[in-house]
């Protein structure tokens, strides 16, 4: 009689596992190691330089250099103790907008253009909730320019493309955004004694037709930005141009505004042409 065992462990048919992901051939050690970061960030919270550079097994110098390219996209910044936490970029989730590479893809030549005219920094972003994303930069050849922002995610409340996003909608849009108790969770909530010239702020960009940010968001950076409209006349994004504070008086006398007026008519020609770049 043939004894046979009382068990075994069951198997999965092998093309139905899964294959265990190996190590890339030609890994890119800074690109792990930044990968890494941001995976020590998310997990624990909170980070340290020299734990950082212990985690990773290089020098300080080195640990200090990638997170602060973390800091500049925004999926890291310092508290007061000098730790690093995890940034905004780090908690919001993708745009969901689908269309948002065709609208990169449609904006490039005309920010190269900008540009090119100009010689500063012309940035394309889209207003996620609370929050701009920049979507693409072409960057001025100045020696002293605003340098690339493509990735990176700022508050919409201080930024001139997204106070000019944000002047478009409606009254009980904005309370929501800044005034609600999921504003107060998110740590989005304008002060009482600030909101009343927030919203004179907004009527005044309403009027104009474009939004300036004077060191709001980085100090000695100067932008001012202008809506993108779909076929509908919907808001689907803005464009900025950035210039360093010192220089941002000679440009916009120098026909600021009417250039980058002109850029968005143009573009926004192209977004009509092609609805799924400004899909509702």
Known sequence: MQNTPTSQPSRKPAQNRKPVQKRPT????AVDNALQLLQLLRDGGALRLKDAAAELGVAPSTAHRLMAMLVYRGFAVQDENRRYVPGPAMGVGPAGLSWTRLLRDLAQPHMELLSSQLDETVNL???????V??????????VLRIGDRQGTVMPADKTSGG????SELEPAMIDQLFRSHNAEIGGDTI?????PAFL?????????????NFEGTEEGVSALGMALHNRHGHVVGALSVATPATRFRKV????????LRETCRQLEIDIAANPAAGAD
Not at 26 to 29: G, L, N, R, T, W
Not at 163 to 166: E, F, G, N, R, W
Not at 200 to 212: H, K, V
């Open 26 to 29: 030609y890994s890119i050690e």
């Open 191 to 195: 002060p009482d004694a600030e909101y």
């Open 252 to 259: 916009f006398d120098a026909g600021l505004v009417a250039a």
């Open 163 to 166: 106070k000019v996003m944000l």
């Open 125 to 131: 972003m889209v207003r996620v909730g609370t929050k």
């Open 200 to 212: 004179r702020e907004l009527d005044s960009i309403r009027g104009n037709g474009f939004a300036a």
């Open 133 to 142: 994303r920049f979507l693409a930069t072409v960057e001025g050849s100045n």
